[in-house]
């Protein structure tokens, strides 16, 4: 877990500090357009070639960037508008477009509009996912995907006070997947699956929004349904991982249906525009209902050879109801003055049924542990007032509270006695509350220069997980300053949080900080550039088991990281003809500073618990683009981009990777 939050954490601030070298932002052709009957049309098309070479790892390439070989369609830009506002069918036409042809990230987005009579928005995405498989697992968890995302939207008089909603959405993921499971005790032996992953989500709604003596209400209804039918078996016997032991699995069948539907409504109320104050409210019910089943058999040998039939049922219905409403009031005594408070209620509840019962040689071991309710309701209210004493000075405060409240009910009955007990229905509960305040000032001392300052310190007396926040402060500081073309920020942050109950303690820190900068001295040349730093330390007590009698205490669990990010880009324009892009990029986190993977014992002497407290790697990504302007009308574009990645303490997931691509750009 450690790794992958690690991994996240770089790869998004590798994606933060730079675009991917394609496709071309350059403009072309006459920016106004050209007129053509009662219409302005303005479009653009950019189409290339892209290439790809990978050393090293390939799966990890392709889990961070993925883009490979091919003829695409970079971009496209449409843009059609009724010169007078008075169309025929329709006033205006956006169509935009990006990677189409196969590129691991597509898109596409399309408005078409009649003035005061309808809207249609349409959105559509491919995304190709890809999770390689780790080598802590053996190569055997992976997952290749592709997730294909649709939003459509009519809006019926879109400029009148009474407006109509009507809207559709379809979420669709498939694909292959690997995973494993281990067989037939603790001692058991790990064993390959294959899975082919069936998810789906279709959502419909319908609406409307009423304005009237200056409210504006909005009511949504909807209807949410997914649905997930991913199978899992085995392709053929198998030894396991351990082909020495006894161990063997002859057939494993698997499946888990989970269907589920979600109807909802959404009420929004606002009162704006009014000189002393203001108001909005929301509200949310969700009448969710869930059903599912799983069930898996699988014959083999244990590990003393002994034959065995294992066969699991997990099944259960439940509704999950849902209510969110919050209220916001805002004042405005004085034109310096702003007080708002807001409330808001959350209740989630899970109501139902679920059973689990499992099977060795028709012999029932294992106690059915039914499930029945959880409940959680949180009650918050927040106050913050906001005073401009002097155009350059103004501060700010707070205070918020909420109280939240989880309540669920669970039993057992066992099995195999005469007259088995019935569930023990004493719900089990517990309640937190928190309590926060902020304070925040804001300085001008001269009109280029804006200092922020603020800070926030909660204390919670029984959060509900070890790593919710308890104890915590958080201080915040950023300076900008604004000069003609001129722009320079520098930021800070601070985090500390420690949550020390009687089962175990955790503590973290996080401290970022960072700079940036921009300069535009002529229009031929503009340079910025970035710099930040994110240090992290957790520390938190665990407990488990080496054996199903073997109980470990006292030891902590560590983890240590230091991220750095830089980078820099600069923009050339040549004799108005050619633009030149040169673009860097480096992020790395150094860890604690070891140089190995069992450094210096800190907080345990298990080498295993050493290797995991720290996890140093580096990212860096070089880019340059070139686009020269053939004709008012059209430009050649090349680019270049090189990918690195490395993992101090091993190289097995390391790669490098050189992309570039040629496209022709034109309107027309």
Same mark, same amino acid.
């Given at each position: 877990?450690?790794?992958?939050?690690?991994?996240?954490?770089?790869?998004?601030?590798?994606?933060?500090?730079?675009?991917?070298?394609?496709?071309?932002?350059?403009?072309?052709?006459?920016?106004?357009?050209?007129?053509?009957?009662?219409?302005?049309?303005?479009?653009?098309?950019?189409?290339?070639?892209?290439?790809?070479?990978?050393?090293?790892?390939?799966?990890?390439?392709?889990?961070?960037?993925?883009?490979?070989?091919?003829?695409?369609?970079?971009?496209?830009?449409?843009?059609?508008?009724?010169?007078?506002?008075?169309?025929?069918?329709?006033?205006?036409?956006?169509?935009?477009?990006?990677?189409?042809?196969?590129?691991?990230?597509?898109?596409?987005?399309?408005?078409?509009?009649?003035?005061?009579?309808?809207?249609?928005?349409?959105?559509?995405?491919?995304?190709?996912?890809?999770?390689?498989?780790?080598?802590?697992?053996?190569?055997?968890?992976?997952?290749?995907?592709?997730?294909?995302?649709?939003?459509?939207?009519?809006?019926?008089?879109?400029?009148?006070?009474?407006?109509?909603?009507?809207?559709?959405?379809?979420?669709?993921?498939?694909?292959?997947?690997?995973?494993?499971?281990?067989?037939?005790?603790?001692?058991?032996?790990?064993?390959?699956?294959?899975?082919?992953?069936?998810?789906?989500?279709?959502?419909?709604?319908?609406?409307?929004?009423?304005?009237?003596?200056?409210?504006?209400?909005?009511?949504?209804?909807?209807?949410?349904?997914?649905?997930?039918?991913?199978?899992?078996?085995?392709?053929?016997?198998?030894?396991?991982?351990?082909?020495?032991?006894?161990?063997?699995?002859?057939?494993?069948?698997?499946?888990?249906?989970?269907?589920?539907?979600?109807?909802?409504?959404?009420?929004?109320?606002?009162?704006?525009?009014?000189?002393?104050?203001?108001?909005?409210?929301?509200?949310?019910?969700?009448?969710?209902?869930?059903?599912?089943?799983?069930?898996?058999?699988?014959?083999?040998?244990?590990?003393?050879?002994?034959?065995?039939?294992?066969?699991?049922?997990?099944?259960?219905?439940?509704?999950?109801?849902?209510?969110?409403?919050?209220?916001?009031?805002?004042?405005?005594?004085?034109?310096?003055?702003?007080?708002?408070?807001?409330?808001?209620?959350?209740?989630?509840?899970?109501?139902?049924?679920?059973?689990?019962? !499992?099977?060795?040689? +028709? %012999?029932?071991?294992?106690?059915?542990? $039914?499930?029945?309710? #959880?409940? *959680?309701?949180?009650? =918050?209210?927040?106050?913050?007032?906001?005073?401009?004493?002097?155009?350059?000075?103004?501060?700010?405060?707070?205070?918020?509270?909420?109280?939240?409240?989880?309540?669920?009910?669970?039993?057992?009955?066992?099995?195999?006695?005469?007259?088995?007990?019935?569930?023990?229905?004493?719900?089990?509960?517990?309640?937190? !509350?928190?309590?926060? +305040? %902020?304070?925040?000032?804001?300085?001008? $001392?001269?009109?280029? #220069?804006? *200092?922020?300052?603020? =800070?926030?310190?909660?204390?919670?007396?029984?959060?509900?997980?070890?790593?919710?926040?308890?104890?915590?402060?958080?201080?915040?500081?950023?300076?900008?300053?604004?000069?003609?073309?001129?722009?320079?920020?520098?930021?800070?942050?601070?985090?500390?949080?420690?949550?020390?109950?009687?089962?175990?303690?955790?503590?973290?820190?996080?401290?970022?900080?960072?700079?940036?900068?921009?300069?535009?001295?002529?229009?031929?040349?503009?340079?910025?550039?970035?710099?930040?730093?994110?240090?992290?330390?957790?520390?938190?007590?665990?407990?488990?088991?080496?054996?199903?009698?073997?109980?470990?205490?006292?030891?902590?669990?560590?983890?240590?990281?230091?991220?750095?990010?830089?980078?820099?880009?600069?923009?050339?324009?040549?004799?108005?003809?050619?633009?030149?892009?040169?673009?860097?990029?480096?992020?790395?986190?150094?860890?604690?500073?070891?140089?190995?993977?069992?450094?210096?014992?800190?907080?345990?002497?298990?080498?295993?618990?050493?290797?995991?407290?720290?996890?140093?790697?580096?990212?860096?990504?070089?880019?340059?683009?070139?686009?020269?302007?053939?004709?008012?009308?059209?430009?050649?574009?090349?680019?270049?981009?090189?990918?690195?990645?490395?993992?101090?303490?091993?190289?097995?997931?390391?790669?490098?990777?050189?992309?570039?691509?040629?496209?022709?750009?034109?309107?027309?």
């Amino acid at each position: 877990m450690k790794t992958t939050i690690s991994i996240s954490l770089l790869v998004a601030a590798a994606a933060w500090a730079q675009r991917p070298v394609a496709p071309t932002n350059e403009p072309k052709g006459n920016p106004r357009g050209d007129n053509v009957a009662d219409y302005n049309i303005l479009q653009s098309f950019e189409t290339g070639y892209r290439w790809r070479t990978v050393g090293g790892n390939g799966d990890m390439y392709r889990s961070t960037v993925n883009y490979g070989d091919g003829i695409r369609l970079l971009s496209s830009s449409l843009s059609v508008q009724s010169r007078e506002g008075h169309g025929g069918l329709f006033d205006q036409i956006l169509l935009n477009t990006q990677g189409l042809g196969n590129d691991p990230y597509q898109s596409a987005t399309l408005r078409i509009e009649k003035n005061r009579l309808y809207r249609y928005d349409l959105m559509w995405r491919s995304t190709d996912y890809f999770n390689p498989a780790l080598t802590i697992s053996n190569g055997e968890h992976l997952m290749d995907t592709t997730l294909h995302t649709q939003d459509h939207d009519f809006t019926v008089f879109p400029q009148s006070n009474l407006k109509l909603f009507l809207g559709y959405s379809r979420n669709l993921q498939n694909g292959p997947a690997l995973s494993t499971t281990q067989l037939f005790d603790a001692r058991g032996d790990e064993y390959p699956l294959f899975a082919n992953i069936r998810r789906e989500q279709n959502e419909f709604r319908l609406g409307g929004e009423l304005r009237v003596l200056g409210f504006r209400l909005n009511v949504l209804r909807g209807w949410q349904d997914f649905k997930e039918d991913t199978p899992t078996n085995l392709t053929s016997p198998e030894q396991g991982n351990n082909p020495s032991d006894l161990n063997a699995l002859i057939s494993f069948r698997r499946n888990e249906p989970y269907h589920g539907t979600s109807p909802y409504w959404r009420v929004a109320l606002f009162r704006e525009g009014k000189r002393y104050w203001a108001m909005n409210g929301r509200f949310t019910y969700v009448a969710g209902n869930r059903a599912f089943v799983f069930d898996e058999f699988s014959s083999g040998a244990n590990r003393i050879g002994a034959l065995v039939n294992h066969q699991v049922a997990v099944f259960g219905d439940a509704r999950r109801p849902a209510a969110t409403g919050n209220l916001t009031f805002s004042l405005f005594p004085t034109s310096g003055i702003t007080i708002t408070n807001q409330t808001s209620v959350n209740n989630i509840r899970m109501v139902g049924d679920s059973f689990l019962s !499992q099977y060795d040689l +028709g %012999t029932a071991p294992s106690p059915v542990i $039914p499930f029945t309710y #959880l409940g *959680i309701r949180t009650v =918050a209210n927040s106050t913050d007032i906001n005073v401009r004493l002097s155009p350059w000075f103004a501060l700010y405060a707070g205070y918020h509270y909420s109280d939240r409240h989880i309540a669920s009910i669970e039993g057992q009955e066992n099995f195999g006695s005469p007259a088995p007990a019935p569930p023990d229905n004493t719900p089990i509960e517990q309640s937190n !509350q928190l309590k926060a +305040g %902020t304070l925040g000032f804001r300085i001008k $001392p001269v009109k280029p #220069l804006t *200092i922020n300052l603020d =800070a926030e310190i909660g204390r919670a007396n029984r959060p509900i997980y070890p790593i919710s926040e308890r104890d915590y402060q958080a201080f915040r500081a950023r300076v900008e300053y604004r000069q003609k073309s001129f722009r320079a920020s520098a930021y800070a942050r601070s985090d500390y949080n420690t949550n020390s109950i009687s089962l175990t303690s955790f503590a973290s820190q996080s401290r970022q900080y960072g700079v940036d900068a921009s300069w535009v001295p002529s229009e031929w040349f503009s340079i910025d550039a970035g710099y930040a730093k994110l240090h992290l330390f957790t520390l938190g007590g665990i407990d488990y088991f080496v054996a199903p009698a073997q109980e470990v205490k006292g030891e902590s669990s560590l983890y240590v990281s230091n991220i750095h990010t830089a980078n820099l880009g600069m923009r050339f324009s040549i004799l108005k003809r050619v633009d030149l892009y040169l673009g860097y990029s480096h992020v790395q986190d150094v860890g604690d500073g070891r140089a190995t993977p069992f450094g210096p014992a800190r907080y345990t002497a298990l080498p295993a618990f050493q290797a995991a407290q720290t996890f140093p790697l580096r990212f860096e990504s070089p880019q340059a683009r070139v686009s020269l302007s053939l004709s008012r009308k059209v430009r050649w574009n090349a680019g270049y981009q090189y990918y690195g990645y490395n993992e101090q303490f091993g190289g097995i997931q390391d790669y490098r990777a050189h992309t570039g691509y040629s496209s022709i750009s034109w309107s027309f």
